[in-house]
């Protein structure tokens, strides 16, 4: 199998719309929520997200903008070159052009004409094809949609491709702008926080929604320090489960999500005690994060006494397809800067979450290799195995 | 992506607008008798192929099917169909309590159904219209997730979305996990069901055929279709370790895309899959995706003329409709009759072109 390494990184937040500028935000402990003005819905309780100062163009979606605009940063003028029959998109959506769809549903239920030809043109794939034309790529395109970890999964499977010899290089990663359906639908729920949210606190209250766009160039070892790539750290492997319990709640002992971190251990051959960060799933919903400590507990056993454990829905709220690339982009540069960002507002922890959840500021630490999770709907899990590059 | 011969298919489970199973599948196709017909209107107006005889009765419990949108309705009665076919119980011991078996789906729609459902009333109604119960239904991976549920399926899943060949995704995926050793049998699927929305958006897009039934090569447009596809996916090993009559081998799987989506390089990423899947052999049977609509047709057409010692191609999308399945169904048609070297092409409007090579596809079941 070949080493796989990430070689280019972006990042389009709620709090800069490029990666360093957010690093060093959620380093400083500031947050991207704020009122929210992308969508009209004032019967709503909850009037909090994380959005991007981003407006959707008239042929391009929030999403694929998002996603062409975190490119660039990850490309970083790269011109990958080469066969593009060995160049693959990999990339995971929430609900991608669903506001197109909804725009038109209410122009129709208005009795107006509207424009078919947006949601007939606009769909999920649409982002996956633009990021495609703007690297030529020629090899396989894959646009996952597993709810909340469609992105971390795009990442496993990218990474399989390359691992396996099948590519030189894979763009992966996740957009996700707020529609109207996420949020009325979390909200009847009642999952949505109408505060900021605060991820293993013992008062949660539910989740905050948001906006963003991560992308990885993912490249084989060898290509990567042939070419003299900027190397942010290593994929070891993915796990990935169902927990066949409940269309919406986690197992509540955390039984699948455990094994999709074990089974991640075991692809990248790595023991526990390796492990010093779990970038959390960590929504903020009373049901999730409890069964996620527990999980945590289950795949690390003892090692999980030392590890850190950090949440970025703290920072950006949950931002969905996409949540699972942002909470690997903040893993990768954990693993360069060796620093562990913050979980915000966690000042009252639940006994439940009795980890090192990061609370109210980042820790400098060593951090050899970190777990990045995301869970979703159906009961799917993906759990991502990154590793520190100290060279070659 | 090349496989090595040593995957097989064990289970097929059929729902499709000609009949539930695979005997009227069978029927369909040998009478190629197409099965459009105005939409009830719950589903849309205009012309369609709906699952009309679709009976989950006795497989989906009744509490169960209230919750259902109709894509997961379609995808667990198929799912059922290819646990049986397969002679597989998957939440017998030997699967470790479902771990061994991963599922993969391919959809265009799903989740979109219960979109519309859940969004109407709140648009006109505001927050009392939402309606919690549709909401876990509106995302794409809804079918997945209710099939972990009713066969106590455990291992890794994946829902993949694209326009018209999301199941060769999704076909993909689960022969990657089965090679890794991740897992004992891999669920894939394709699955759709229709909706008014879906119905509005071609028809005001002009994709639709708007004089009759869609007619490959016409350039008139395609007529959507519903339904669901299941094939059970295992290694040869494994298959023969249990006593399972393997219904065809799986032996390649390639595809291609184009940087842009014109036709041109659409034709030519199909070409490049074909010729990849093929290797130099001739096919003897051969399964395409065309269905009415000039972007897609153009690829197949300028195959066949590229390639005159093959058979004419079998269109089943101008039979059952486009999108019932995500290319599922063009799987399905080629495990409907036998042949030695059967070419599956499964062209789509963007994102990658599939070509699958079936080795051995033989008619005999458990």
């Known amino acids: 199998m070949n080493r796989v390494v990430v070689t280019g990184l972006g990042i389009v937040s709620s709090l800069a719309l490029d990666r360093e500028g957010t690093w060093s935000a959620m380093l400083a402990g500031r947050d991207g929520l704020g009122p929210l003005t992308r969508l009209d819905l004032p019967a709503e309780p909850a009037q909090i997200a994380g959005q991007v100062p981003l407006q959707p163009l008239r042929h391009q979606t929030l999403c694929e903008r998002m996603a062409l605009l975190a490119l660039e940063e990850a490309l970083d003028g790269f011109r990958p070159g080469g066969d593009p029959a060995r160049i693959g998109i990999f990339q995971g959506a929430g609900t991608s052009g669903l506001p197109v769809a909804e725009a038109y549903l209410n122009d129709r239920l208005a009795g107006r004409r509207g424009h078919a030809a947006e949601p007939a043109y606009q769909g999920p794939c649409t982002a996956t094809d633009a990021l495609a034309r703007r690297v030529g790529a020629e090899g396989p395109r894959g646009t996952i949609m597993n709810a909340c970890s469609s992105s971390l999964l795009a990442m496993g499977v990218a990474w399989e491709r390359l691992a396996a010899g099948e590519l030189d290089l894979a763009v992966s990663g996740g957009a996700e702008g707020l529609c109207r359906t996420t949020y009325a639908g979390f909200s009847s729920l009642k999952a949505v926080d109408p505060h900021k949210c605060r991820p293993f606190s013992r008062d949660r209250a539910g989740l905050n929604l948001g906006e963003g766009a991560v992308q990885l160039l993912l490249e084989p070892l060898d290509l990567a320090l042939a070419r003299g790539a900027a190397i942010y750290g290593e994929v070891l492997g993915y796990g990935a489960s169902m927990d066949a319990h409940h269309p919406t709640a986690p197992h509540p002992g955390g039984e699948g999500a455990a094994r999709a971190m074990a089974m991640a251990l075991r692809t990248g051959r790595m023991e526990p005690a390796q492990v010093d960060l779990v970038s959390a799933h960590g929504t903020a919903t009373p049901a999730n994060d409890g069964a996620e400590c527990l999980a945590i507990r289950r795949a690390l056993g003892g090692a999980a006494n030392t590890v850190s454990v950090t949440s970025t829905k703290s920072q950006f709220g949950h931002t969905l397809g996409a949540a699972g690339a942002m909470g690997a982009a903040a893993a990768l540069l954990a693993l360069r800067d060796q620093v562990v960002s913050p979980t915000l507002r966690l000042e009252d922890p639940d006994p439940v979450c009795d980890l090192d959840c990061t609370p109210l500021a980042a820790k400098q630490r060593r951090i050899r290799a970190a777990l990045v999770n995301a869970f979703a709907f159906g009961g799917n899990n993906v759990s991502l195995l990154l590793a520190r590059w100290g060279g070659a | ?366």
């Open chain 2, 1 to 366: 992506m090349t496989l090595p011969a040593d995957l097989v298919i064990t289970g097929q489970g059929l729902v499709l607008p000609c009949g539930d199973g695979v005997e009227a599948a069978r029927a369909s196709l040998a009478s190629r008798t197409p099965c459009f017909a105005e939409l009830p209107e719950t589903l849309g107006h205009g012309r369609g192929a709906a699952c009309t005889a679709f009976d989950p009765t006795g497989i989906i419990p009744p509490m169960q099917l209230r919750r259902l949108d109709r894509a997961s309705r379609f995808a667990w009665v198929a799912a059922h169909q290819a646990f049986r076919d397969a002679g597989l119980d998957p939440k017998a011991g030997t699967w470790g309590g479902g771990e061994r078996i991963a599922v993969a789906v391919g959809t265009m729609s799903g989740g979109s159904e219960a979109s519309e459902a859940f969004m109407r009333p709140y648009l006109l109604r505001g927050p009392e219209g939402a309606s919690p119960l549709l909401f876990p239904n509106t995302v794409a991976n809804a079918a997945s997730g209710h099939l972990a549920l009713a066969f106590g399926l455990k291992g890794p899943s994946a829902t993949f979305v694209d326009r018209e060949n999301a199941a060769f995704t999704a076909l993909d995926q689960a022969a990657r996990w089965l090679r890794a050793g991740l897992v004992d049998a891999a669920l894939v699927l394709g699955t759709d069901g229709l909706f008014p929305l879906l119905m509005d958006v071609c028809g005001g897009a002009r994709l639709l055929d708007r004089h009759g039934n869609p007619d490959v090569g016409s350039g008139r447009g395609f007529l959507p279709g519903e339904g669901a596809q299941a094939f059970l996916l295992e290694t040869s090993s494994h298959a023969e370790a249990r006593g399972a009559r393997s219904r065809a081998t799986l032996h390649t799987l390639a595809d291609r895309s184009a940087p842009d989506t014109g036709r041109e390089g659409r034709a030519r990423a199909l070409a490049q899959a074909a010729a990849l899947a093929l290797d130099g052999r001739c096919p003897t049977r051969w399964i395409g995706g065309g269905n009415g609509l000039a972007r897609m047709d153009t690829q197949e057409a300028r195959l066949a003329a590229a390639h005159p010692d093959w058979p004419a191609p079998h269109f089943p999308k101008a039979l059952w409709g486009e999108f019932g399945g995500s290319g599922g169904q063009l799987l399905a048609a080629a495990l409907l009759e036998p042949s030695d070297l059967t070419l599956v092409t499964a062209p789509a409007s963007s994102g990658a072109q599939f070509a699958a090579l079936l080795e051995g596809v033989r008619l005999e079941s458990l």
